[in-house]
């Protein structure tokens, strides 16, 4: 839980130090280049909007490494009391968004 806690704060510090950044819409070309089905992506990226902005600025996905991504999402879920379903989807957006935006940014 440490470990977790440690990470988020991170990813809630940089957030809140980078100033707005865009967030990356969920589209065709990110689909393909992760592989995941649009729709995944669609409601990955709805819910990070919506759940993750109400307690921190969002941060791009671009800017947290995937390893980080992986430990905060889940303690972050965990916290907000989403579902391991919403965790996929949220996980699944941030790490094709991140790899659509190293590719075509």
């Not at 470990?3 to 950044?21: E, K």
């Not at 759940?51 to 996905?61: E, K, M, N, R, T």
């Not at 390893?67 to 094709?96: F, R």
């Amino acid at each position: 839980m440490r470990r977790w806690f440690s990470g988020g704060l991170a990813v809630i510090i940089a957030g809140c130090t980078m100033g707005p950044r865009p967030i990356p819409v969920a589209d065709a070309r990110m689909a393909e280049a992760s592989g995941v089905p649009l729709e995944t992506l669609q409601r990955g990226n709805a819910v990070f909007l919506t759940q993750c902005g109400q307690c921190h600025a969002l941060v791009p996905p671009d800017a947290v490494k995937t390893s980080d991504w992986h430990l905060v999402i889940p303690g972050m879920c965990w916290n907000a009391g989403l579902t391991q379903a919403d965790e996929a989807l949220i996980l699944k957006y941030v790490l094709a968004a991140k790899k659509n935006v190293r590719r075509h940014g």
